[in-house]
């Protein structure tokens, strides 16, 4: 379907993705995105969660241990408009060496009319962007691992091109048997190699993000909290078109904020909450809440479910499939579709 004009793209670029936007001063924030369904069901973010799932491994590249040998992931999400992405990974391990994943993602913006200065249509174009992640992680001993992502990303917005390197470090310190792991990340460490236009220096989305993941001892569910963009405190925007009103219209007396209420909203911007309800060993059920996004896109005159996601997990046969739906904005939600086999599954008796 062809879009009515390249305004589209231009507003989703500068608004990708709210709930880690933090003044628009930085170029390839779609690696922002929560690619897989499993992190999208548990509010974009699952930084912590240390169950063999390649899919999150993708984020956090500590996350990646010997179990993931030989397993594969697709994911597809139907994002806001006509938008799409998804990736491909699969991770082996190397005995004595450590584990290493590789991944590739691309972001279909759609195809779009292009035109003349007096509106005439003179041909279409499409707009995308591409990623190659390359993983590596290795356990310093029972409770310690370390890992690293390397990524070359490149964006192709019809005539305007750019290309980066990128890289994240990680540390994960895990308890198997109480069934608890801390993580801490930095993430989009690297440089633009190619602008956008000449002169113009952008710098990648730089994160340092937190997070830990907890089950009680025979209880069926699982919470995950993780803590991000913890280089910057205030993450609030003020609109300078529509500032916040300081005296009261009717009696012209201050409106003072509580500061105990300013705290909170600060804080708040950096916690997304997670769990999942594990039924048997075949099925789960997802939630997630994540206080920045609904506070930077929900309407003042109807709240909604903006910020609120969820989705289920279920293993058929040998395949996981997982499933997400994320209440972005009352204008529209997303769908996110995942399946993860471990092709060892097939040939090992």
Known sequence: MLRKSFLTLSIFIVTIPAFAQIGGDAAFTSLDLPMSARAAALGGRAVAINDNDL???TWNPALLNSTMSSQMALSFADYISDIKYGYAAFAWNFKKVGTFGLNATRIDYGTFRETDNTGAQI??????EYGINASFSRMLDSNFTIGVNARFIQSNLYLWKANGLGFDAAILYARPRHNFSAT???????????QYTYGDKEKLPFEVEAGLAFKPQHAPFRISLSLVNLQKWDLTYTDPNNPPQLVDPLTGDSIKTSKFRSFNDKLGRHIVVGGELLIGKAVSLRFG?????????????????????????VRIYKFNISYAHCAYHL??????????TQLSDFYHH
Do not use: C, P, Q, W
Request: avoid cysteine; charged fraction near 15%.
């Open 289 to 313: 809440y994540n206080y920045d996004r609904r506070k930077e896109l929900m309407l003042s005159t109807r709240h909604g479910a903006t910020g609120f996601t969820f989705g289920a997990g």
């Open 123 to 128: 041909g279409t174009f499409t707009a995308g």
């Open 331 to 340: 204008a529209g939600s997303t769908n996110t579709f995942t399946i993860t």
């Open 184 to 194: 801490i990340l930095a993430r989009n460490v690297g440089v633009m190699m190619d």
């Open 55 to 57: 899919n999150l491994a």
